[in-house]
């Protein structure tokens, strides 16, 4: 089975701010969480059955998110995407120039998550080893694209990766299409 979009997440001032832009289109909201160990206020939104729902994360503590925030201030933190086997899709990505992020060592050791990486891409690429991925009917998918930043030659990476829908941000700045709708993540950042 084909990689899946799990989910794209936004590192936002306020994860309350961001969430009032999207109940404002009409768009649900899960539960605000506080993950004390990640050091992040995070709320889902878009309906739980589907696949690709927005994650809105604000760095409420220390940590990767904080730091984050920090170096490259607010805006798309990274697009996760569900694989039945890391060790099967991580070969057919040879060539493609991505590089495995070193915390990547310990994620996929504790929850069977690696992270990808290239300079000047405007999000890592976190893949998710589901090994049920494919057992199920095919979800409907809330995101139905994500526009990343980066340089002409990244789309070639995002197309080996095997998700539709990932494109390169063109003038109009990383964003998302919802429901047939662009939505600018510079609209969740504002905070």
Do not use: N
């Amino acid at each position: 089975m084909s990689p899946t979009l799990s989910h794209v997440a936004v590192l936002v001032p306020s994860a309350a701010a961001a969430a009032a832009v999207c109940e404002a289109a009409g768009w649900a909201l899960g539960p605000v969480e506080d993950f004390p160990a990640e050091g992040t206020r995070e709320v889902y939104v878009g309906p739980p059955a589907d696949d690709g729902r927005l994650l809105l994360m604000e760095a409420i503590g220390p940590g990767p998110y904080r730091r984050a925030l920090e170096r490259r201030g607010p805006g798309l933190h990274h697009v996760a995407v569900d694989v039945a086997s890391i060790d099967d899709h991580l070969p057919g990505l040879a060539g493609a120039g991505w590089l495995l992020h070193p915390a990547s060592l310990r994620t996929r050791a504790d929850r069977g998550v690696v992270y990808l990486a290239r300079p000047g891409l405007g999000a890592l690429i976190e893949v998710q080893e589901r090994p049920d991925h494919g057992a199920a009917p095919a979800r409907p998918r809330f995101v139905a694209e994500v526009h990343v930043a980066g340089a002409p030659d990244d789309q070639r990476r995002l197309d080996a990766l095997g998700v539709p829908g990932l494109r390169l941000a063109g003038r109009e700045g990383p964003g998302v299409v919802i429901g047939g709708r662009r939505l600018a993540l510079a609209t969740l950042t504002a905070g």
